[in-house]
Structures are given as C-alpha cells and as structure tokens.
C-alpha cells in the first residue's frame, strides 16, 4: 500500500510541474544566481555550487557582476573587493578552463567583463580569451566584433595585426552594418588603420545611419566626433549633423558628458554658437546639483572658461571648500582650468598646489608636465615646487621612450630656469629625435635654443652638445621632408609649426616639398595648405595659382565655412591670381546662400578678409550689420576665448571703418567711436628709433619740426605716423599749434586733448595733407618686398580721407643706397614731392 501510495504522489507532482510550466530538470543555480541582487550574493552562490558551476553558470555571474558595477557611480564602485574575493579566483579559473564551451557571444561578452573589472590584460585568462577569440574572428556576429575591438582598445592594441584583421572584416562587410551603435564603435576601434579610401567609406556609411538612428542616443554621435577627432579629419557636414543631435539631446547631458564633447570638439577646432550658448545655459543648471568632487571638477573645467565673473566666483569659492577632498587627478583637471581663466586667487591656488604636492608620486609623466606648465604660465612663486617638479621632469625624460612624450617634457622642461643641462637628458632626446614629427623637431628646436641662451659654457665647448643635437634636428627635418609622400600628411606635421629655427632651417626645404605635392592639391586640403601659408607669411605664385584654380573647380565640394581659410592667403598677402575675379566671385556665391548658418565671429572674420581685398558683398554686410545679427554675435562672444573674443572685436571695428568708408551707399553707421578711445588709451605709446629718424630728417627736409606732427589721430581712428600739410605751390605749412603728439627724447609719445577726438584744422585753398607711413616688416610678406592687403588698405582709407600717402618700405629706408643722412633727406623730398607733383 505504501508502494502504491509513493507512486501516486510521485505521478501528481510530475503532472503539477508539467500543468504549471515548471521544467523537469530545472537548473536551480541559474534561478538563484537571477535573484541575485548584490556582489556578495553572487559570490555566495559560486561558493557553495562549485562543484556543479557550468559555463553557462560562469558567464552569468561574471555578467552580473560587471552589470551591479556598472549601475554605481564611478565612485561606488568596488573593483577592489571584487578582485580580491576568493569565489571571484573561483570564476577566473573555471572560465579560463571552460574557454573551448563558450559559443562566440559567450567568449566576447567574458572577455569584456573581465577586462572592466579590472582583470590584468597579461593575466593568462585574459590571453586565453583574446588568442580563441581571435581564432574565430571571422565568423563573429558585427555585434560581438564590435565588442571584442573595444576589448582590444581596452588593452591598446590599436595597432596589433589582430586589429588589422578586424578592419579588414570591417571593410568587406561595412554595407551590412546596419546599427550606428555596432559602426560607430567599430569606427572608433579601427581609427588608427584606416585608409583614406576607407575612411572616406566609414564616414559616408556614418552619415546614412546617423539619419535613421534614434535621434535621442547621442552616445553614436559622440562616437562618430571622436573618430573624426582620431583620424584628424574635419568633415564639416558630418560634424554639423553630429552637433546637431547632440544639441537636441543635451538638456539630459551631464557635465562630464559634455566636457568630453567640448574637448573633441577643440581637438577639430570645431566652433558652434549654437552649442556653446547652449552648453553655457546646461552647465549653469548644473551648478546647483554639482556638489561632490567628481561632478564639481567636471563642471568646473567646462563652465569656468566661458562664465561670467559672478559665476566664475562663485565656482571658485565652491572650489576652495572643495579643495581637500580633490584626487589627484581632479587638482590636475582644476589648475589648467585656472590657468586657462587666468585666475589670481591665490588662496585657492595654494590649496590645489598642496593636493598635487601630496600626489605627486602617482602622476604619469605627461601630466607631471601639464602641472608644470599651467603653474609656471600663472607666475606661481613656490621655487620649492618648481625645483621638486624638475627633478621629476628629468628623471621620466631620461626613463621615457616616446617621442611625443620626450618632446612634451623637453618643451616643459626649457621652460624652467637652470644653469645646466644634464648629460642625460640632452643623450635621450637625440636618441629619439629621428623618430619625431617636424612638429616635435620644431618643439625640440625651441627648447634647444633656450638651453644654449641660459649655459654659458657652450660657447666654450665647440662644437658643444647643442650645436650637435641642432644638427641632428636640421638632418633629421630635412630627411622627412625629402622623403615625405603624402600632402595631407605634410600639412598636419606643419599645422602649429612656427619660429626662426623652422623659418631659417626648413622654411625652404618645405617650399620645394610643397611644390613637389602640387598635384596632391585638392578640394579637402585647400583650406589647411592656404591657412599654412598665411600664417608663414610667404608668397608662393604657383602653389597659390593651383589653390585658385582647384577651388574655383570644386567650389561646390568646399564647406562653405571654410571660404575664409581658403581666400585668406590672397587677401592678406595682397596676391591676385590670373583667375582673381573669377576665385572671389565663386566664394561670395558659394557663402550667399548659408549665411544665416555661419558662426558669428567666422562671418566677421570672412567680411573683413574679403574688405581687406577691396570686396564688399552687400547681403553680407547688410547681415553682419544687423541688430538681430551683433546680438547673437555679442552672446557668443561671451563664450569665446579671450584671444579670439578681442580678435573678433577688432575685426568688426575694421570692418565697420571700412564700409564706412568705402561704401556710404549702404548706410552702416559707425558705432566703434568709444571702443577706438578705449583701444588709444591702452595702446603703448612708444615710436621706435627709426621712426624719430624719420622724424628729425622730415622736419629738416620740411624746413622747420614745427611742420610736421607726428602719431596723428585721423577721424575713425587711424594713427598716421607723421602728417605735413603742403600749399598749392607745395611749400611746407607750419602748424598753427604744436603736435597734439610729441616725442620724447626715450621714445615715448605724450597725447594731447585734442588726439583723441580728432580735431582737423581747416585747409587752405589748394593745399593738401600729407600722410608718411613707415611701413616695417610686418607690412611686407616674408619672402618678398611685395606690400600686404592691409597696408594697401590702410592706404586706401587714408586716400579717402583728404591725404596723400606716402609709404616707406624698411627695406629701402635701411638700404645700403640710404646710408647718410643727406641721401635719407634726398629719398623724402623725392617720394614727398614727386607724388604730390604727380
């Protein structure tokens, strides 16, 4: 009966699990692992179910656990018990012995979770999961090739043949890639790859599902903005599409998010209004909610740069309370942030400088440097410091390896006082030297030369160590540019390069490799090779004539921001191709239509680069002139950096003088007459040795000092340098009153009432003014005597306003030809005389 009985019960438990779903054999350490709610639980259920833990058990604790990780808040997490946890050494070795169980989602997603848990990437599993992961890479899902790239990222093997392989998967399958999430990620992996013709793909690709994605994941286009930043290229159009959905998605953002935004977009010297009046607005919000460290010092370094006054204050005294619960790394990002606001609130610089004094032990070379630089740059009197910080500089440079590392210390390092050079340290550079970009053979160059000014046993020492090691840098720049190949590579080694050693060493070997290149000219590179020799300040006839050319061909391919950079070399250089009319003609058209899209203060700069070339396009003027338009443009100012903010100000100021002057019909007023007095009263006030020559010599030439006036104030506030008035039989007036500007005898100028307010004395009938301007080498393109667009415009205005100009070149005045007095007198009375009886 018993036997009968235990049967029944046997039979109507199977038939109740069976009607109620249950399975037969259900797996109990599944079911207790997803009821897991903390670490501790997870870990006990690995202790006690050791035994009976399969793969799949494995991958569903490591997964929980990285998943309980990665709910916390950077500072809650506890990485640190996990990996010392016992259960956890329990789950490494059974996953790295069930390594050949896992199905290929199974093995990317262990690797993944192991790897942000802060696993070793020498660890064996690690090298177990990544050498199977790699023996089955082509048949991976996208999804899981776009994980595991990032584990490689992870362990930076950006440049493994492993990741090599993934690119090439990447390449043949890029059509299939359907997810912006999966290709934004895989972008970001193989950046340091690709190829033009890929990254062109890439890009493209991109750009079709930015369009069909959810707008609201703003993560994709993050994504996309910093491959572009990897790969150092600018593709406007994408970029705008970027910042658009971010911008649609940032009243959600958090400061961190948005500090990584505005750094990638600086790495592109991307600038958007529209996304920094909206940063500014966000990041004001966020104060209030931004109270413990980590979010502070994220706001901080965003909001800093761009607040007002008042909330500049107001962070810095949040920042003082702060200060001592700070890490390391956060009185990093906070003294640059200083630095860059040019702060001088000492109290609170004393107490980040004491929070990085107590870390110094735990900073990577790079940012030992960047602590050095920014305190240096605020003149922080702490000769202790400095001396410590150096200590630390050379000992890395002599260990470092990397050229870009050994470059950064070398500059940092050139930058302090010291009598002498370690032996060391000028051994490590040149052993790295002929790895280095001209960029860093320009940097390097720098730091040299400031060595050899400050020891003065060099000179002693011939040939010394820096003769040598300069030496080695003129070798080594001219080899790279010999052997170069690609434009567009040339032109970003050249992007920041500037100074004597690069001017007097490469300037001309650089000439002969760009001219080498003429054919690699094309539309995307037009913009950087123009901006390039403009700021080198050299006239170069055929390059110019090819950028003409290529940009009047593909007008239509060039981003219509990058109109500027693109006419900026003939306008300032004062250079008309054979095509002029036809170049000026196809960028104003090509700008006309997108107007209303242009960034303010990029506007500005484009009106007065085309006035400077005697162009005035009305609609653009009309634009700029607007109320509705120096609105905006006063709001973004107020975002901007400081040197671009009063660089801005200028050029509006110039362009309001010029269509004042050259072009009345359009009826702009001129409102610029306070920002002028201001600009007189902080100017130097100081004439140079030359120009007092001058001074004596016109008044000996024009028969008494008396009839000349020297720094004259004209109306819309040009400054002559000397001013005479001749009567209709071209004999020198002497003025009724004295110069409202004298010269003292160290230099200096002393201004009159009447300088400021430009009061003009009546002419006589017939008479005429006449302005002398001594045009130094500034006026004058580096290469050539041929006068720059703003001194012929400068000309221009004056010739409007009643003078006859006179210009003397440098380089006639300091001519052998002029080398007494009686010819310097001769040459005045010519180029007075001979042009006004013209």
Same mark, same amino acid.
């Given at each position: 009966m018993s036997a009968v009985m235990f049967r029944v019960r046997f039979v109507n438990s199977f038939l109740r699990r069976l009607l109620n779903g249950g399975p037969v054999n259900r797996d109990q350490v599944l079911e207790q692992l997803r009821v897991c709610s903390a670490e501790d639980q997870v870990f006990d259920v690995v202790g006690k179910n050791k035994a009976k833990l399969t793969v799949d058990h494995v991958g569903k604790a490591v997964g929980m656990l990285w998943q309980f990780q990665k709910e916390k808040p950077q500072l809650l997490r506890t990485m640190e018990f996990i990996k010392s946890h016992p259960q956890f050494l329990t789950l490494r070795v059974l996953a790295e012995n069930k390594i050949a169980l896992m199905d290929d989602l199974m093995l990317v997603d262990m690797l993944y979770s192991f790897l942000r848990l802060n696993v070793d990437q020498h660890d064996s599993l690690v090298q177990q999961l990544v050498s199977e992961a790699w023996l089955r890479i082509d048949r991976f899902p996208l999804a899981s090739l776009s994980k595991f790239s990032v584990c490689l990222s992870d362990q930076h093997l950006q440049h493994s043949p492993l990741m090599g392989h993934i690119t090439s998967i990447v390449d043949q399958r890029l059509s299939s890639i359907d997810d912006a999430r999966i290709l934004t990620t895989l972008m970001i992996s193989v950046s340091s790859l690709v190829s033009p013709r890929l990254r062109d793909a890439l890009i493209s690709r991109a750009d079709d599902l930015l369009e069909t994605m959810d707008p609201s994941n703003y993560n994709n286009p993050r994504r996309v903005v910093q491959f572009l930043r990897n790969i150092k290229h600018s593709s406007r159009p994408l970029l705008e599409k970027c910042n658009g959905i971010i911008l649609s998605n940032l009243p959600k953002l958090d400061a961190e998010n948005i500090g990584i935004i505005m750094g990638l977009y600086q790495s592109l010297q991307f600038n958007n209004c529209d996304f920094r009046l909206a940063v500014k607005q966000r990041l004001t919000e966020l104060i209030d909610s931004s109270t413990d460290p980590f979010s502070f010092t994220k706001l901080f370094v965003a909001l800093a740069p761009m607040a007002s006054q008042e909330i500049k204050d107001g962070l810095e005294n949040t920042a003082l309370l702060l200060a001592d619960e700070l890490s390391a790394f956060q009185a990093l990002a906070v003294v640059e942030a200083l630095e860059e606001t040019q702060s001088r609130n000492l109290s609170l610089l004393n107490k980040i400088t004491s929070v990085i004094q107590r870390n110094l032990h735990v900073y990577k070379p790079v940012e030992v440097a960047r602590i050095t630089q920014a305190l240096f740059l605020m003149q922080y009197l702490n000769p202790g410091l400095f001396t410590k910080l150096r200590k630390i500089l050379v000992n890395f440079l002599q260990r470092s390896v990397y050229p870009y590392e050994v470059t950064m210390l070398t500059r940092v390092l050139a930058m302090l006082p010291s009598p002498r050079l370690d032996e060391g340290v000028i051994a490590r550079v040149d052993s790295v030297v002929a790895q280095c970009n001209l960029n860093d053979l320009n940097t390097i160059s720098h730091a040299v030369a400031k060595w050899m000014r400050n020891d003065q046993s060099y000179r002693h020492n011939t040939p010394s160590k820096y003769v040598r090691l300069l030496q080695t840098l003129n070798r080594c720049g001219h080899e790279r540019l010999q052997t170069a190949d690609r434009l567009d590579l040339v032109l970003e080694e050249l992007k920041y390069i500037s100074g004597e050693w690069f001017e007097e060493m490469l300037l001309e070997e650089t000439m002969v490799t760009l001219k080498r290149m003429r054919d690699q000219i094309n539309w995307t590179n037009v913009p950087e090779l123009s901006l390039f020799l403009t700021r080198i300040n050299h006239l170069c006839p055929p390059l110019m004539d090819r950028i003409a050319s290529?940009?009047?061909?593909?007008?239509?391919?060039?981003?219509?921001?990058? &109109?500027?950079?693109?006419?900026?070399?003939?306008?300032?250089?004062?250079?008309?191709?054979?095509?002029?009319?036809?170049?000026?003609?196809?960028?104003?058209?090509?700008?006309?239509?997108? &107007?209303?899209?242009?960034?303010?203060?990029?506007?500005?700069?484009?009106?007065?680069? +085309?006035?400077?070339?005697? =162009?005035?396009?009305?609609?653009?003027?009309?634009? &700029?002139?607007?109320?509705?338009?120096?609105?905006?443009?006063?709001?973004?100012?107020?975002?901007?950096?400081?040197?671009?903010?009063?660089?801005? $100000?200028?050029?509006?100021?110039? +362009?309001? $003088?010029?269509?004042?002057?050259? =072009?009345?019909?359009?009826?702009?007023?001129?409102?610029?007459?306070?920002?002028?007095?201001?600009?007189? /009263? /902080?100017?130097?006030?100081?004439?140079?040795?030359?120009?007092?020559?001058?001074? $004596?010599? +016109?008044?000996?030439?024009?028969g008494g000092i008396d009839c000349v006036r020297v720094a004259v104030g004209t109306p819309y506030f040009y400054t002559v340098d000397f001013e005479c008035t001749l009567d209709k039989q071209l004999q020198p007036l002497p003025y009724s009153e004295p110069s409202t500007l004298q010269i003292s005898d160290r230099g200096q100028v002393h201004w009159g009432k009447s300088s400021v307010e430009n009061i003009r004395d009546v002419l006589p009938p017939g008479a005429q003014r006449v302005a002398v301007d001594f045009l130094d080498s500034k006026s004058f393109c580096k290469n050539s005597p041929h006068t720059k667009g703003e001194a012929l415009m400068r000309k221009r205005h004056l010739e409007i306003l009643g003078y006859r100009v006179v210009q003397i070149p440098h380089f006639e005045w300091n001519s052998m030809e002029l080398s007494t007095p009686d010819a310097w007198k001769e040459y005045l009375k010519k180029n007075i005389f001979r042009e006004l009886s013209s």
């Open positions: 290529v940009a009047i061909e593909d007008i239509n391919k060039i981003h219509h921001s990058a &109109i500027y950079a693109t006419l900026l070399p003939f306008s300032v250089m004062n250079y008309d191709p054979v095509q002029a009319d036809e170049l000026y003609d196809v960028c104003i058209q090509r700008v006309i239509p997108h &107007i209303s899209s242009f960034d303010p203060h990029l506007l500005v700069l484009l009106a007065y680069t +085309l006035s400077v070339a005697d =162009c005035f396009p009305e609609e653009l003027v009309r634009e &700029i002139f607007s109320i509705d338009f120096l609105g905006k443009l006063d709001a973004q100012l107020e975002t901007l950096p400081d040197t671009l903010n009063m660089r801005t $100000r200028l050029r509006l100021m110039e +362009l309001n $003088r010029a269509v004042c002057l050259e =072009c009345p019909e359009f009826q702009v007023p001129w409102f610029h007459e306070r920002y002028c007095q201001q600009l007189q /009263k /902080k100017g130097n006030g100081t004439v140079s040795p030359v120009q007092q020559q001058i001074h $004596r010599m +016109l008044g000996e030439v024009l």
